[in-house]
């Protein structure tokens, strides 16, 4: 492999690491903190979909539920 072909390869494989970490961080971050789910409503909305999609495709249901009353119980 050329040098120029072998920079390309790293820098693409420490971007894809570095995308993975930070999709890990964000997701384990909001599946451990409803107040961090509730500032993600506001700011990312569509972030916080895909989360609840992909948690209740795994079998866990009733986050967002939890989510929406709390949320209303607190105004």
Same mark, same amino acid.
């Given at each position: 492999?050329?040098?120029?072909?072998?920079?390309? !390869? &790293? %820098?693409?494989?420490v971007a894809?690491? /570095? +995308?993975? !970490? %930070? $999709?890990?961080?964000? @997701? #384990? &971050?909001? #599946? $451990?903190?409803?107040? @961090?789910?509730? $500032?993600?409503? *506001? *700011?990312?909305? !569509?972030?916080?979909? /895909?989360y609840y999609k992909s948690?209740?495709?795994? %079998?866990?249901? +009733?986050?967002?539920?939890?989510?929406?009353? *709390?949320?209303? #119980?607190? *105004?």
């Open positions: 492999m050329e040098p120029l072909a072998k920079k390309i !390869f &790293k %820098g693409v494989l894809e690491l /570095v +995308g993975i !970490f %930070g $999709t890990y961080c964000l @997701f #384990n &971050k909001m #599946n $451990t903190s409803q107040d @961090f789910r509730q $500032t993600m409503s *506001k *700011k990312f909305p !569509f972030i916080l979909e /895909v948690v209740e495709h795994s %079998g866990m249901y +009733g986050i967002r539920i939890q989510d929406q009353e *709390k949320w209303l #119980n607190s *105004k």
